[in-house]
């Protein structure tokens, strides 16, 4: 399979063209708030509401996600649709702008309202994008306790640390 270059902001400009409501969270988001780890994902909490479900899902359908995994063989069929998508709550994709990981209620959270309320607008390439907020993102780490996340998230605190202390 050849490799497709990440770029994530044709992913969110397609997203936004199609109104979808979501915020940016993962490695991605850490980034715009200053993590100097660098990501080859886009990860995402979307509204779950079944207008946005559409929405999302027509956008889906232009970035021509596909379901990918260690086991999922490329040939599986995924046709995103609001049904498929009101079903499932995280869907791990691969797109034509490279992997997109959309999470309706992510690991420590109770979901897109809950990130919603602590993220903030950011400008990324001429968009504005809602962006979790940096104790949010420290919050979601803290309950993946996945080994990655553990050194990412002292990382986080530290940034955190920093910016109570008016550096950022």
Do not use: C, W
């Amino acid at each position: 399979m050849t490799e497709i270059p990440f770029d994530p902001l044709t992913a969110i400009r397609v997203l936004l063209a199609h109104g979808v409501r979501f915020v940016l969270i993962g490695g991605y988001a850490a980034s715009l708030r200053g993590s100097p780890v660098i990501t080859g994902d886009l990860d995402l909490s979307y509204a779950r509401d079944r207008d946005n479900l559409e929405r999302l899902a027509r956008a889906l359908e232009e970035l021509e996600a596909r379901l990918r995994g260690p086991n999922v063989p490329d040939e599986l069929p995924f046709r995103p649709n609001a049904d498929t998508l009101e079903a499932g709550d995280q869907f791990t994709l691969l797109t034509r702008t490279g992997p997109l990981d959309i999470m309706g209620t992510p690991t420590g959270t109770s979901g897109f309202k809950d990130l919603e309320a602590g993220a903030s607008e950011m400008e990324i390439g001429g968009m504005t994008v809602r962006v979790a907020s940096l104790d949010d993102l420290i919050r979601m780490k803290q309950r993946a306790g996945r080994s990655k996340d553990i050194a990412h998230l002292e990382l986080l605190r530290a940034l955190r640390q920093e910016v109570d202390r008016g550096g950022r």
